[in-house]
């Protein structure tokens, strides 16, 4: 990997800390479909199939831990909205506005707190945390962010966090030896 | 049964869990996830556009996937505090995935709760495809439930 010392622009720096995209899910918390992900990958965890074993250990049912952003991934089309509905927007901000035509997700932390329950309202903020300088990689030139989305439920109760690493690059070779494409 | 914190040991090995992945394996992961986006179901998309062999697993799916083998291993009354992983190479259809872990920490804090760390493999073809590392409560004994914590009890 090399590294160009080009400065950020302004305008990238200015929302680096700062809350955006706040939004509060237009669906509440539904056990059927945290199912498709237990089905998914084959997973018998008792807690999320068994009810007396989930009233015993977790006062009730609860989702699988990794569906944490998947109550806050827009439909793939609702009333009123227009282009393309995604989820993580200041990612594809960030492309847009650096002019970025291509991504990979490289990094996924997810810290749980309190678990989500059935019925739950899930509200997020997405916050900027860092932008690189310009790095050149096998992918591509561009620059690497770190995004976090704090999650909460209905009462305020921190749910989870989870924190991105997104490299956005111009095409240089071979694009998809390493990460996950996202576009 | 559950694993207990007393059970564990650093250098401790999880049995090896191996999954053959097919379309329906990356399309089901997906849309269970709710990403829409076209290369975890559009072949055309992700060969023409992403320049790879195949559609691919996406993101959620593979967390889902390693909260599901750190739970095999301890059972319910485990619970996952953190995981954190870097994804090297893309998992596609006709992969086997291979997922393989060993114990490298064991540590209880200052509420008492024991957590071991995992360092954990998802390979395919002999390629480490992501890495990952996870923090996961142990109970002290069978009677334990690391679930009964909240606030200020629940350090993850």
Known sequence: MTDSAAELPAEIVSLIGVPQHSATADFTVEPAYAHNTLAATENANPIYWDSSVADDLT??????????????????WQPGAVGEQVALQVHFDLKARLGLPEAVMSDNTLIFHDPVRPGDLISHQQVLRSVSGVKTTKLGTGRFWVIDVEYHNQHGDLVGVESYTGFGYQRSGDPASSGEADQ | MSTTFESVSVGDTLSELGYDVTPTTVVLGALASRDWRPMHHDFKFATERNGVRDIFLNTPNQAAWFERYITDWTGPRGRIGRMKFRMHDSVFPGDHMVFAASVTEMSTDETTQGWATLDIRLSAGGRVCTSCTARVALPSDPEDNPWARRGDRWKP
């Open chain 1, 59 to 76: 006062s009730g049912p609860t989702m699988p831990l990794a569906t944490l952003s998947l109550w806050m991934r827009p439909h793939y």
